[in-house]
């Protein structure tokens, strides 16, 4: 069995990207180790069973701080589920996070896209639950 266990995305500091992603985001500081004087290994997960995480990686040279905030050239690159649109839609404005639209009905579900404080586009997502 294989599974995705985390996905790299560039921040231009670990502490700043830490407190955005757990401080206004919501998730969990699954792990942050020092590997040497510039370099940690941070990872967040939006949940605690960590089943995917984000390691957050920070840029370590000008063609990597160029992509931060468009690491899918401008595309939503991030889809944050959850079980509860409202809320957590509702939750984030009051904690200032950016949308860039109303939410929207879609076949699968609703949606609305956000920025995150870094430029990176995010869809917060309710899917439409399906009968068997």
């Known amino acids: ?20 992603y757990v401080g206004i985001l919501g998730f969990v500081l699954v792990e942050d180790t020092k590997l040497s004087d510039l370099k940690r290994w941070v990872l967040v997960s939006p949940t605690k069973d960590h089943e995917t995480c984000l ?12 992509s931060i905030g468009n690491q899918a050239g401008g595309r939503v690159f991030l889809l944050l589920e959850t079980d ?13 996070v950016k949308f860039l639209e109303e939410p929207r009905h879609e076949p699968y579900g609703i949606v609305a896209v956000f920025k995150d404080v870094f430029g990176n586009k995010w869809d917060l997502i309710e899917r439409t639950k399906v009968s068997p």
């Open 1 to 20: 069995m294989q599974s995705i266990s985390a996905i790299s995305i560039l921040v231009p500091d670990y502490d700043e990207a830490i407190n955005y």
């Open 84 to 96: 509860d649109f409202e809320r957590d839609y509702e939750k984030y404005q009051r904690l200032g």
């Open 55 to 66: 390691l957050l990686a920070k840029a370590a040279s000008a063609a990597q701080t160029a």
